[in-house]
């Protein structure tokens, strides 16, 4: 009588990117409006009311104008908003047990923390295009292909984040992580000279070990004539590592049996 | 006769929490096709059996193979999946996008609109998670299981929360696919559930299996009534068991110091019995439901009961 299903097919796991996932993830970042307006919507403003009084247009900073000074560190800021957003967003899907819906899958761990920093990186792509295409016909101006050099950079450097995000969003229980991440990636940004030269004085040497602080130097530095300070990439390692390793380490604690 | 594999095979299961013997040596086969109810007060430790089932816990002590597999194996193969109590759904995800992302989690996997259809959330397939009801929610994350095709089910509670009509429903769907021969488990703490809806069931408190046999064998130990009586200091010499025995509707006659417990179906004769031909003073009728079941099973025949004492 009770037929017994013996099982025929035994699904094997797929390995690899999903790219199904990554489109959902792609489609879900961007049907988020909070995510949206801070990533998409507010560097391209910042710049337009904050980067575009004439004299800037004018004023060169060795390659380029002001203008596209404060546009390149505009688009480092959407990038690394989109970064850690993207990474933060674990802590929401923790918090909603969809990483522990993930395990009764075959989906990798791995893959899945894959997916969201490819997500997050191209949302900071997306962040970086928008800043430009806004910024260069509202008058950034110089040597493109020097723009475009720290364009790029902005965005890869923007990864350093992607894991800012993850480590956070493993650490913080909360489920709106981004309403305590969107002041403080603020408070980096203003503190680490990203908004603003940073001239010699106390906040000169306090931004040296501010997060953001490498990388606005490095990402800037094709159109300046400024030399990169050995600090700036001693910045960028010893943070990029200290992300990194934290997110790794929550990570490995969130998927390990208890 | 063939030996088959078990669909489940827990032996020696311990876990605890801390100083909370959460799982105390629970030993279990459950063979395929078998639709079984863990049944157990909250805190009995069914939850976190599944969870060890499931490869979500590691056991302290004991072994666990389902479908011959380590659980981890058995997952990431799709033989078996699971409900879950809650959570576990992305909300800003529309019913529809949520079954093909979690399909394109799998090897292989069954049609969306096939587990949609089986799951009776066919008609929703573009409302955002967040806002169906927790009914729907539940169906939804019983249609994400059915998408391996896994020859094991576990539901962990799944109607906890839920309306009538929405309890309903769920158990209308599951009921379907049991139909087709598919192993089940699921744990509920409402007798009922496990009365309607499971071949077998197993009785689990306090991280023991107190009591295990059919849905029939384990509603005889929570129906009728029970008639208490006091014999003082002369239990020995005014107390006839066999006479009460002998009543009709007596299903079990135990004492207890020095009172006398009936368990009965016809709890006016034994009170009339107990009042007219002996010196009980007294006299208690009370009905025996599910929580008494679990008191009896766990604190008088702890030892005895243990593991499967009906089956």
Known sequence: MSAVTVPITAAAPRRGLNLTYLKVELRRLLRNRRTVIFTLVMPPVFFLLFGTVDSYKTDSVGHANVTAWIMISMALYGAILATTSGGASVSIERAQGWTRQLRLTPLSPVTYVATKVISAMVLGLGAVVVTAAVGIPAGADGDMARIVEALVLAWVGSAVFAAFGLFMGYLLPAENVMQILGPVMALLSFAGGLFMPLGDGVFATIAKFVPTYGLAQIVRAPVTDDAVSVWAFVNVIAWGAVFVAGAAWRFRRDTARV | ?311
């Open chain 2, 1 to 311: 006769m063939k030996t088959e594999t078990l669909a489940l095979d827990l032996r020696g299961l311990h876990k605890s929490f801390g100083t909370v013997r959460a799982v105390d040596g629970i030993d279990l086969a459950v063979r395929p096709g078998e639709v079984v109810a863990f049944l157990g007060p909250n805190g009995a430790g069914k939850t976190t059996t599944i969870d060890m089932l499931l490869g979500l816990a590691d056991p302290d002590a004991g072994s666990v193979e389902v479908l011959g597999l380590e659980p981890g194996a058995a997952i990431a193969a799709g033989r078996v999946s699971a409900v879950m109590q809650s959570g576990g759904l992305l909300k800003d995800l529309t019913v529809l996008e949520t079954v093909e992302l979690t399909a394109s989690f799998f090897g292989s996997a069954r049609p969306a609109a096939e587990v949609m259809q089986r799951a009776g959330i066919a008609d929703i397939a573009d409302r955002r998670v967040g806002k169906c009801s927790g009914g729907q929610q539940q169906r939804l994350r019983f249609a994400l299981a059915l998408l391996p095709d896994p020859d094991l089910i576990v539901l962990d509670e799944p109607t906890t929360g839920m309306d009538v009509e929405g309890r309903r429903d769920f158990w209308n769907a599951l009921r379907a696919d049991a139909a087709r021969g598919r192993t089940i488990l699921f744990a509920t703490h409402y007798l009922e559930e496990a009365d309607a809806y499971a071949d077998r069931i197993v009785m689990i408190s306090h991280g023991q299996v107190v009591a295990d046999g059919s849905a029939a064998q384990v509603k005889s130990l929570t129906s009728g009534r029970i008639v208490s009586a006091s014999f003082g200091g002369q239990l020995d010499g005014g107390l006839d068991e066999a006479a009460l025995r002998a009543l009709p509707g007596v299903v079990d006659v135990e004492v207890r110091r020095e009172r006398v417990l009936v368990r009965t179906t016809d709890s006016d004769a034994v009170a009339r019995h107990l009042l007219t031909a002996t010196h009980a003073t007294d006299v208690e009728i009370a009905a025996r439901g599910l929580e008494d079941a679990f008191l009896a099973l766990t604190t008088d025949h702890q030892n005895a009961a243990t593991q499967g004492s009906l089956a």
